[in-house]
C-alpha cells in the first residue's frame, strides 16, 4: 500500500498530513459500567476493571496480542507500582509487551490516548491506551510528620499555596461566580444529564460499549451475575428536586450535589494503530487524530482548563466550534461545563447526547477515555444522513485538578 504524502488539504476534507502508516486512528473503543464508587465494583482493582476491556478490545478488533507495542494507562488515585504493566498481564498479553501509566490526574485517561496517538505519529505500531480508576479500593494516603508518624490526608496538592490550592468543589464555585454561571443554569444542564443517560438506558445505547464485569460473590461460592450496566442516571430526579439541594462547598452559594458529578469506579481503553495498519486489520471505520492540545490555566479557575485546550485546538486546526459534530466535555461539574462551552460557542444542548458524568459519575483516571468511547459509539450509531463531503467532526474535552485541561479533535472516517 503505497504512503499519503500530500499535505492535508483541511479537517473538512478526506486528506491528513501525515503518511498513512503514521496517520493515528481509534479502532475500537470499550469501557466498564461506571459505578459509584463503594458500591457495586467496589470487590475489584484497578488492574481487575481494566483487564477484561484490554481483553475484549483484543478480540474486537483481531489484534495479535504479541503486536501491540505497549500499553499506556492513564490512573489518578491508585496504589501505584504500574497498573499499566499488571492489567496487561492480568489480561494475558505476553510478558514481553511492557505498559506504562500515566498521570495527569482527571486528565489521565485523555492523556494517555494522546500519548499513545504521539507514539503511533513517531513510529506507527499498535497500543492499547486509555484510563482506570478504582476509587473504592484507593489506598490510604499519608506524609510523615518530623516524628515518622502517618499524617493522612483526602487528596494531593495540585497547586502551591501561593497560587491557591482549592477543593474541587470550591473551584467550581469560584468558576460560577467568575463567569456568571447561575444555579438555574446549572441544575436545567444536571437534570437533562440525568434524563438523557436515563433515555440512553432505555433505548440500550451504552450496550455496545460496555464489557460486563463480575459482580461480587455471596455468602456462597457462586458468584451473583455480572454488573452490566451504570448505576449513576436518576429516573425520578426532577426539577422540584433539583431546588432541593443546598449548596455543598461554599455558603450561599450555587454548585451542590445535584449539579457535581459523584466518584465512580470504572475503566475505559481504546486500540490505536496507524491507518495503514487499521486497513490492513480490516477495520471499517474509527476516530483519525487529527490533533490534541494540553494548556494550563490559574488553578483557581481550575475548571476552564479543558477551554484553554480546546481553544488552541480549534485554531490550530483552523475548525470552527459550529463544525464539530459531536462534543463530549467531561462533566465534574455543571458550572465548570457550561463557563467552558459559553466560551467556545458551543450550545450546551449539542453537548453530551446521551449524558455525562453529572449522570454516569467521575471514574477520575478513567473519564478522559470514557469520552472518547463515547464519540466512537455515537459516530457509529448516527444515521447515514450526513453529507458525504465532510466527514463528522468529534471533540473530548475534559478540565484537570491543578489549573490544565487537554482537548483532542478526531474525525470519523470509514476506511
Same mark, same amino acid.
Given at each position: 500500500?503505497?504512503?499519503?504524502?500530500?499535505?492535508?488539504?483541511?479537517?473538512?476534507?478526506?486528506?491528513?498530513?501525515?503518511?498513512?502508516?503514521?496517520?493515528?486512528?481509534?479502532?475500537?473503543?470499550?469501557?466498564?459500567?461506571?459505578?459509584?464508587?463503594?458500591?457495586?465494583?467496589?470487590?475489584?482493582?484497578?488492574?481487575?476493571?481494566?483487564?477484561?476491556?484490554?481483553?475484549?478490545?483484543?478480540?474486537?478488533?483481531?489484534?495479535?496480542?504479541?503486536?501491540?507495542?505497549?500499553?499506556?494507562?492513564?490512573?489518578?488515585?491508585?496504589?501505584?507500582?504500574?497498573?499499566?504493566?499488571?492489567?496487561?498481564?492480568?489480561?494475558?498479553?505476553?510478558?514481553?509487551?511492557?505498559?506504562?501509566?500515566?498521570?495527569?490526574?482527571?486528565?489521565?485517561?485523555?492523556?494517555?490516548?494522546?500519548?499513545?496517538?504521539?507514539?503511533?505519529?513517531?513510529?506507527?505500531?499498535?497500543?492499547?491506551?486509555?484510563?482506570?480508576?478504582?476509587?473504592?479500593?484507593?489506598?490510604?494516603?499519608?506524609?510523615?510528620?518530623?516524628?515518622?508518624?502517618?499524617?493522612?490526608?483526602?487528596?494531593?496538592?495540585?497547586?502551591?499555596?501561593?497560587?491557591?490550592?482549592?477543593?474541587?468543589?470550591?473551584?467550581?464555585?469560584?468558576?460560577?461566580?467568575?463567569?456568571?454561571?447561575?444555579?438555574?443554569?446549572?441544575?436545567?444542564?444536571?437534570?437533562?444529564?440525568?434524563?438523557?443517560?436515563?433515555?440512553?438506558?432505555?433505548?440500550?445505547?451504552?450496550?455496545?460499549?460496555?464489557? =460486563? @464485569?463480575? /459482580?461480587? $460473590?455471596?455468602? &456462597?461460592?457462586? +458468584? #451473583? !451475575?455480572?454488573?452490566?450496566?451504570?448505576? %449513576?442516571?436518576?429516573?425520578?430526579?426532577?426539577?422540584?428536586?433539583?431546588?432541593?439541594?443546598?449548596?455543598?462547598?461554599?455558603?450561599?452559594?450555587?454548585?451542590?450535589?445535584?449539579?457535581?458529578?459523584?466518584?465512580?469506579?470504572?475503566?475505559?481503553?481504546?486500540?490505536?494503530?496507524?491507518?495503514?495498519?487499521?486497513?490492513?486489520?480490516?477495520?471499517?471505520?474509527?476516530?483519525?487524530?487529527?490533533?490534541?492540545?494540553?494548556?494550563?490555566?490559574?488553578?483557581?479557575?481550575?475548571?476552564?482548563?479543558?477551554?484553554?485546550?480546546?481553544?488552541?485546538?480549534?485554531?490550530?486546526?483552523?475548525?470552527?466550534?459550529?463544525?464539530?459534530?459531536?462534543?463530549?466535555?467531561?462533566?465534574?461539574?455543571?458550572?465548570?461545563?457550561?463557563?467552558?462551552?459559553?466560551?467556545?460557542?458551543?450550545? =450546551? @444542548?449539542? /453537548?453530551? $447526547?446521551?449524558? &455525562?458524568?453529572? +449522570? #454516569? !459519575?467521575?471514574?477520575?483516571?478513567?473519564? %478522559?477515555?470514557?469520552?472518547?468511547?463515547?464519540?466512537?459509539?455515537?459516530?457509529?450509531?448516527?444515521?447515514?444522513?450526513?453529507?458525504?463531503?465532510?466527514?463528522?467532526?468529534?471533540?473530548?474535552?475534559?478540565?484537570?485538578?491543578?489549573?490544565?485541561?487537554?482537548?483532542?479533535?478526531?474525525?470519523?472516517?470509514?476506511?
Amino acid at each position: 500500500m503505497s504512503k499519503s504524502t500530500e499535505p492535508s488539504p483541511g479537517p473538512g476534507c478526506r486528506g491528513f498530513q501525515l503518511p498513512d502508516d503514521r496517520q493515528p486512528v481509534i479502532i475500537a473503543a470499550l469501557r466498564t459500567p461506571v459505578c459509584r464508587a463503594n458500591g457495586a465494583l467496589k470487590h475489584l482493582r484497578s488492574h481487575e476493571l481494566l483487564a477484561p476491556v484490554l481483553t475484549a478490545l483484543l478480540a474486537e478488533t483481531g489484534v495479535d496480542a504479541g503486536e501491540v507495542a505497549d500499553v499506556v494507562i492513564g490512573n489518578a488515585v491508585g496504589a501505584g507500582g504500574n497498573v499499566a504493566r499488571l492489567a496487561a498481564l492480568e489480561a494475558g498479553l505476553p510478558v514481553t509487551v511492557p505498559g506504562l501509566t500515566v498521570d495527569r490526574q482527571c486528565g489521565s485517561g485523555l492523556d494517555a490516548i494522546v500519548l499513545a496517538s504521539q507514539l503511533v505519529a513517531a513510529g506507527g505500531g499498535t497500543y492499547l491506551a486509555g484510563g482506570v480508576e478504582s476509587i473504592s479500593t484507593a489506598p490510604l494516603r499519608a506524609h510523615r510528620d518530623d516524628d515518622g508518624e502517618p499524617a493522612f490526608f483526602s487528596r494531593a496538592q495540585f497547586a502551591p499555596h501561593s497560587h491557591g490550592d482549592p477543593d474541587m468543589g470550591v473551584a467550581a464555585e469560584n468558576v460560577a461566580r467568575e463567569y456568571g454561571i447561575s444555579r438555574a443554569r446549572q441544575d436545567e444542564f444536571a437534570l437533562r444529564s440525568h434524563r438523557r443517560a436515563v433515555a440512553a438506558q432505555a433505548k440500550g445505547t451504552f450496550a455496545g460499549e460496555t464489557v =460486563a @464485569l463480575p /459482580a461480587a $460473590a455471596g455468602s &456462597g461460592p457462586a +458468584a #451473583l !451475575g455480572a454488573v452490566t450496566t451504570d448505576d %449513576g442516571p436518576r429516573p425520578k430526579l426532577s426539577e422540584a428536586l433539583m431546588a432541593r439541594f443546598p449548596a455543598a462547598f461554599v455558603e450561599s452559594g450555587t454548585v451542590t450535589a445535584g449539579n457535581s458529578c459523584f466518584d465512580a469506579d470504572g475503566a475505559a481503553a481504546v486500540v490505536i494503530t496507524s491507518l495503514a495498519r487499521a486497513r490492513e486489520l480490516g477495520a471499517a471505520d474509527g476516530l483519525a487524530v487529527l490533533g490534541t492540545e494540553t494548556a494550563g490555566v490559574e488553578p483557581q479557575l481550575l475548571g476552564v482548563g479543558a477551554a484553554a485546550a480546546a481553544s488552541r485546538l480549534l485554531a490550530s486546526q483552523a475548525v470552527d466550534a459550529a463544525d464539530v459534530d459531536l462534543v463530549e466535555f467531561n462533566e465534574a461539574f455543571a458550572s465548570q461545563t457550561l463557563a467552558c462551552l459559553d466560551h467556545l460557542g458551543i450550545d =450546551a @444542548l449539542r /453537548a453530551n $447526547a446521551d449524558g &455525562g458524568a453529572l +449522570a #454516569l !459519575g467521575h471514574a477520575y483516571g478513567a473519564s %478522559g477515555a470514557v469520552l472518547v468511547t463515547r464519540l466512537l459509539a455515537q459516530a457509529r450509531q448516527e444515521p447515514g444522513q450526513i453529507a458525504a463531503a465532510r466527514e463528522r467532526l468529534a471533540l473530548a474535552m475534559i478540565s484537570i485538578a491543578g489549573g490544565m485541561g487537554t482537548a483532542a479533535l478526531l474525525r470519523h472516517i470509514r476506511l
